[in-house]
């Protein structure tokens, strides 16, 4: 637990995560963590033990960590242990990532009189059956949060049309990506290409994921088959972990793909991954608007994903890559044989979308928008 701190004119936010594996919303969430202006800000972080170990490595030196979970609205002991840091360090503003996540955390947040309350919901929900799918008890929660942050125009139509949230309390603001980390001539590691058996002339798919059923990692290697018949060569490497580890590694031995399909596990520098690719596949069943795309296209390279909710806004169709219909195999392979038949073309996607990121979807403006909604938001509750 973080020690007390003496009141300050720095606006106090802790960030509140619920989930245990590395992905796209957690980089998000060190995005913020790193950037927020110490000026104005000073940053905490509550998160579940194995997500403050997995980020660990890469927090800033001043953000202190309180590992703990809500498992339910009635893990009291979870509840208490929130309350008791929301006091101690009297936070000014909570900003907890994913539904429920806020679902949990908003009330305990209200009944602590923080000032602000804001959610970043990232994904639309599409899992979700019965009753939970009326969202009535996202439109009750709402009512404890003062700001939901969108992270595309698509999420936020979500927002508004489908849950019903209230329109003024939508604000959208796009993921991020720190363009210093990427560079379009890095040159592939030698050592990645003896481990997972990459000549230079090899076309490489990199396959930036969790390893969640969202990410569509199935119907990508239903595609393999037919992608290895066109393209013998072909490599189809995997960067991420997660809870379906163990079934797709089943499901690679049933179709003979062992020499074709790598799962490397969470990667922190994924630019070393990046290097080796002719291209990213993305054949997410939803996204919010995927981070993995953004840092394909900072590092130069095209994307070929499947047009679902905020994808399209970053993968434009035939000029930074292609999009195809989600759940389709066939629209994978297509997509990528069209995107292979042409290198200098796909060369052209990958530089065309290294520019729209630096023109859209730059992190200094994610972190710009950010603090500025966190002050009005706060400066209204005063």
């Known amino acids: 637990m973080v020690s007390r701190v003496p009141k300050s004119n720095l606006v106090s936010v802790l960030y509140f995560s619920n989930e245990c594996v590395r992905g796209g919303v957690e980089e998000h969430l060190l995005t913020l963590l790193r950037g927020l202006d110490r000026q104005r800000f000073r940053p905490y972080l509550a998160c579940t033990p194995e997500l403050a170990e997995a980020l660990s490595s890469d927090l800033p030196g001043d953000v202190s960590v309180t590992p703990l979970r809500l498992r339910s609205p009635r893990d009291l002991t979870g509840a208490a242990a929130l309350a008791s840091l929301l006091r101690c360090i009297r936070a000014e503003i909570l900003h907890s990532h994913l539904f429920f996540a806020s679902f949990f955390a908003a009330p305990i947040a ?120 066109l393209h013998p060569r072909l490599k189809l490497l995997c960067v991420g972990d997660g809870a379906l580890r163990g079934s797709l590694e089943a499901m690679r031995r049933q179709l003979g793909l062992e020499q074709a399909v790598h799962f490397a596990g969470f990667q922190a520098d994924i630019g070393a991954f990046l290097a080796l690719a002719t291209a990213t596949v993305l054949p997410s069943h939803f996204e919010g608007l995927p981070l993995a795309a953004i840092e394909s296209l900072a590092a130069g390279k095209p994307v070929l994903a499947s047009a679902v909710d905020g994808t399209p806004e970053v993968v434009r169709n035939g000029e930074t890559g292609l999009t195809f219909p989600a759940g389709s195999p066939g629209a994978i392979v297509d997509a990528v044989s069209t995107a292979f038949a042409d290198r200098d073309r796909c060369v052209a996607w990958g530089r065309a979308g290294r520019r729209l990121v630096e023109d859209q979807f730059s992190h200094r403006a994610q972190l710009r928008q950010t603090e500025s909604l966190y002050l009005n938001a706060w400066e209204a509750a005063a």
């Open 110 to 229: 209200r009944a602590c009189r923080v000032p602000v309350v804001i959610e970043t919901p990232h994904v639309r929900e599409h899992w979700r059956r019965g009753w939970k799918a009326s969202h009535r008890i996202d439109r009750w929660a709402a009512r404890l949060v003062d700001r939901f942050i969108a992270v595309s125009e698509s999420n936020a139509e979500y927002l508004r049309s489908e849950k019903g949230l209230p329109a003024a309390k939508v604000t959208t603001i796009r993921n991020g990506c720190d363009l210093a980390r990427f560079q379009t001539d890095r040159a592939p590691s030698p050592e990645l290409r003896r481990r997972y058996g990459v000549a230079p002339a090899d076309p490489v798919l990199v396959m930036l994921a969790r390893l969640e059923p969202q990410k569509g990692h199935e119907v990508m290697l239903a595609a393999m088959p037919r992608l290895l018949a």
